[in-house]
């Protein structure tokens, strides 16, 4: 069942989104050459302290930090450590949550460590947030789940790849309901997948982590021993981009982007629901 949220909750959750947001800047300016992933992990603690809020991720079926850190050929689910030091040319994808009131927030973002990354990592990176917004700007009243990942794919598929081939939009993993859980009901694909169908309605207070995660190869993952780390199979670099977005009467509202998507959506023609803690 998709739990469908009252405008007070939606609020509620805005909260929880922010404070991601808050996390997202504080890891992105900390994570320079040099940096362990537990060092970054530290930062989003504090950051959570800050606002009086609990991590979701920390505990969350046995995981041991309070963020993912997925470092190039990593997908997610990463485990933050004082081995894993950053290097000038890496990419990271730090995926964060928030916890206020019940109410949860989760986000993602893609990160470029120092300088000199190669055209097609940055074009990676690009290209996967944007089909995010892609998805993000399908959450429209009256579409259903299925317009949200033929958007995300269709995005993706009509980008050109640097050496020719297609981006791998990865298949094991992808988008999901958030509110008093942080994964829940329903699952949503990157890709269309034609048994599936075309998923439940989309209709004001249902609310949505859209997350896609693209690789400069296969679309196959596999798991290190750890029962955590998800690489791809052929060791290709990969980017992961993630908002958690609520569909309200007016329209979308981005709750864990700062301004609720009101910038990036109006790029696209879509006006973002006013924000309810403005």
Not at 43 to 66: D, Q, S
Not at 213 to 219: C, I
């Amino acid at each position: 069942m998709v739990q469908i949220k009252t405008p007070e909750q939606i609020a509620k959750m805005r909260e929880a989104g922010l404070v991601v947001a808050a996390i997202h800047a504080a890891t992105r300016e900390a994570a320079v050459p040099g940096a362990s992933t537990k060092d970054l992990d530290e930062v989003a603690r504090k950051v959570l302290a800050e606002h009086n809020a609990k991590p979701n991720f920390l505990g969350y079926g046995g995981f041991p930090a309070t963020i993912c850190t997925s470092v190039n050929e990593v997908v997610v689910h990463g485990i933050p450590s004082d081995e894993v030091v950053l290097k000038d040319g890496d990419i990271i994808s730090i995926d964060c949550g928030a916890i206020i009131d019940g109410w949860h927030g989760d986000a993602a973002y893609t990160a470029f460590v120092g300088s000199g990354h190669a055209p097609e990592l940055i074009e990676l990176s690009r290209v996967t947030e944007e089909s995010m917004w892609a998805g993000i700007a399908a959450m429209k009243l009256g579409n259903r789940l299925v317009d949200i990942s033929r958007a995300i794919e269709t995005y993706i598929r009509r980008q050109p790849r640097a050496g020719g081939g297609r981006y791998g939009i990865i298949e094991d993993y992808g988008g999901h309901g958030i509110g008093t859980e942080m994964h829940m009901d329903p699952h949503l694909l990157n890709y269309v997948e034609r048994k599936r169908g075309k998923g439940p309605k989309l209709v004001p207070g249902f609310c949505l982590a859209i997350e896609p995660m693209v690789s400069l190869g296969t679309p196959r993952t596999e798991v290190l021993a750890d029962d955590w780390t998800v690489i791809t199979t052929d060791g290709t670099w990969s980017s992961h981009w993630e908002h958690s977005v609520a569909l309200t009467e007016a329209g979308p509202l981005v709750l864990t982007s700062p301004d609720g998507g009101k910038a990036k959506l109006a790029e696209l023609g879509v006006t973002a629901a006013p924000d309810p803690l403005a």
